[in-house]
Nanobody
């Protein structure tokens, strides 16, 4: 099991940027794929971005593609989500997740492959 703690959320204005961080501890971090998901009020949790264990492949939801960058520092056991040009529709609780194994392609979008989840960090974007 991997323990995950997110940070970096907050209240910002449309057009601003935020960098979310997710610190991991527990079993080997570098061998797992990592993902970010979000859940807005009244909506289901949705995929945002994912990164493979070595960082060689990244995946993004269409809604954030071109505005966000997921990265990881395995030496620091940390994964990041840089979000730029934020929009009010980006308002949500953002969750970091660790896959039980690796992933590839659209498999990385599936929340069911992620066995460990953080508590979430709130992002609120005002118009």
């Amino acid at each position: 099991q991997v323990q995950l703690v997110e940070s970096g959320g907050g209240l910002v204005q449309a057009g601003d940027s935020l960098r979310l961080s997710c610190a991991a501890s527990g079993r080997t971090f570098s061998s797992t794929a990592m993902g970010w998901f979000r859940q807005a009020p009244g909506k289901e949790r949705e995929f945002v971005a994912a990164i493979t264990w070595g960082g060689g492949s990244t995946y993004y939801a269409d809604s954030v593609k071109g505005r966000s960058t997921i990265s990881r520092d395995n030496a620091k056991n940390t994964v990041y989500l840089q979000m730029n040009s934020l929009k009010p529709e980006d308002t949500a609780v953002y969750y970091c997740a660790a896959a039980a194994h690796g992933c590839s392609g659209y498999g990385c979008y599936d929340s069911r492959i992620y066995g460990s989840w953080g508590q979430g960090t709130q992002v609120a974007v005002s118009p």
